[in-house]
Each structure stands twice: as C-alpha cells, then as structure tokens.
C-alpha cells in the first residue's frame, strides 16, 4: 500500500512538474492556470510553489500499466528455461551450479554488478560451466528503468563493464530489469547495447522465503511450454531455493526439458 501512495505521489509530483514548465515561459503567473473565483478576498492558502520543488526528488517516469513490448517471456521452443537472479553470493550460487551441474542442464544468471565486482571467480565459473549471463543492473535498482535514459545506459554500461572485467570474454545477451518493473526506455536502451530483455513466465515468489516444497508447488503448477522460470541465488538466505532446487529441475527436466535460452 504504501508502495502504492508513493507511486501516486511522484506521478503527482511529475504532473506538477511537467504542468509549471510546460510552456517554457519560466513565470509563475503560467503555472496557476485557473484562477481564484473573484470573491476570494482572501489570499488563498499559498499553492504548492515552484520554489518548494526546487530540491529536486528524483524526477521517475512513471510505470506504464501493462508490461511494454519487445520482451523475452519464453523460450520460443516447447523446453523451459532457468534463471537465477540476484547473484552471484559465495553462499548460493556455488551450491546451485553444483545441482545443475549434476544435473546436466544449464540455466541464465541474472546478476547484479555489484555482486560482480566482489565476486569475479564466480562469476568465471558460471560462464566456464556453460552458462548464460544476464545483466540485472549495477545495484539492483528497483527504480532504474524509471530513471532519464542517460542514467539507464550508465548503469547498464557500467554492469556489462563489471562482468567482462571478470570474465573478459563473456557474452551477455540479456537484461533483466529488477523487480520486472520495465519501462519502454530501458528496453530500448537495453537494446541498443546489444541485449535482450528477459522477462519470465514462472515466479513462485522464492525471494519471499517460502518453503522449498511450497517453491517446487508453484513451479510445477504454473510451468507450461516454453515457460522461463524465475529463482534467485543471490539476495537473500536461498537456502530454501537451494533445497527446492534438485526437485525443479528433475521436474521440468521429465515433464518439458530444460534448455538454453537463445
Ligand atoms: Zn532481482
């Protein structure tokens, strides 16, 4: 709810904004457009000023109501896809390259520049074990598709400069935006450099510590062909997803295949 009342407030604040420089004009007299009824004697209660926005919040665009094209939401064959997110964590990421390891199947790691940049060795493994990489911003920014443009690529840049610090020859054909709050300009940006925006069709929700058996539930309930399930390695205690994790992918791999996303 209160997620919700901010999300009202800065679309507030960015109507207001966008209203008192609309016309360029600059005076003040442009942004009080109806005037008080002539029987107001009284000054009216001082409007909302220009002045008082002059410590700028940061101005967000605000999140269009339905997701925006051009995402990747399955896998385009009759096989599902895994993707962990959040990673990679010393604690998670290692023990779940082990599962799938034995598992033989390969998954897409969505990782987060920061984690990157601690854990470069990591990062190696995962792309020396044959998985894929998907940039999910420098510093997991829940607003960041929301941000000018400029500040999009920035990060975006940034991230992919991280991982190939780590792992000079890495491909990173995907984005994924945090939270999977997309906006059209990070898709965009997200494509000029080169990536895909992945998006998914499968979340059992593991960030929010569910158990494993109730995460294995969700996953096998909604997965259907071609799904892209979403986990998380990195974020949090996964010890969960981890104890989740054999049954998965021995589900999917028995009812779909597993496979990699192109
Ligand atoms: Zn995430």
């Given at each position: 709810?209160?997620?919700?009342?901010?999300?009202?407030?800065?679309?507030?604040?960015?109507?207001?904004?966008?209203?008192?420089?609309?016309?360029?004009?600059?005076?003040?007299?442009?942004?009080?457009?109806?005037?008080?009824?002539?029987?107001?004697?009284?000054?009216?209660?001082?409007?909302?000023?220009?002045?008082?926005?002059?410590?700028?919040?940061?101005?967000?665009?605000?999140l269009p109501a339905k997701l925006p094209a051009g995402l990747v939401r399955t896998t385009g064959t009759a096989k599902v896809a895994l993707t962990f997110d959040d990673g990679?964590?010393?604690?998670?990421?290692?023990?779940?390259?082990?599962?799938?390891?034995?598992?033989?199947?390969?998954?897409?790691?969505?990782?987060?520049?920061?984690?990157?940049?601690?854990?470069?060795?990591?990062?190696?493994?995962i792309v020396r074990e044959g998985h894929q990489l998907c940039n999910h911003s420098w510093n997991h920014d829940l607003d960041l598709a929301r941000r000018p443009v400029a500040e999009i690529r920035a990060d975006l840049v940034r991230t992919n400069r991280e991982i190939r610090r780590a792992a000079p020859k890495a491909k990173v054909p995907f984005y994924r935006q945090p939270g999977g709050r997309w906006?059209?300009?990070?898709?965009?940006?997200?494509?000029?450099?080169?990536?895909?925006?992945?998006?998914?069709?499968?979340?059992?929700?593991?960030?929010?510590?569910?158990?494993?058996?109730?995460?294995?539930?969700?996953?096998?309930?909604?997965?259907?062909?071609?799904?892209?399930?979403l986990l998380h390695d990195g974020g949090g205690n996964r010890a969960a997803t981890l104890a989740a994790c054999a049954k998965v992918i021995a589900g999917l791999k028995r009812e779909h295949g597993i496979a990699r996303l192109t």
């Open positions: 709810m209160r997620h919700r009342a901010l999300l009202t407030c800065l679309t507030g604040l960015v109507v207001l904004l966008v209203a008192g420089c609309g016309d360029g004009g600059g005076t003040p007299a442009a942004t009080a457009p109806s005037s008080p009824p002539p029987s107001a004697a009284l000054p009216p209660e001082p409007a909302p000023s220009p002045t008082r926005a002059v410590p700028p919040k940061p101005r967000l665009r605000p990679p964590d010393p604690a998670w990421t290692p023990k779940v390259l082990d599962r799938l390891k034995a598992a033989k199947v390969t998954a897409t790691f969505c990782v987060v520049g920061t984690q990157v940049r601690k854990h470069p060795g990591l990062l190696r493994r906006t059209a300009e990070v898709v965009k940006v997200a494509k000029q450099l080169d990536m895909r925006s992945l998006h998914w069709t499968v979340d059992p929700q593991d960030w929010a510590k569910p158990t494993a058996a109730t995460i294995e539930k969700r996953v096998k309930r909604s997965a259907r062909p071609g799904a892209v399930v």
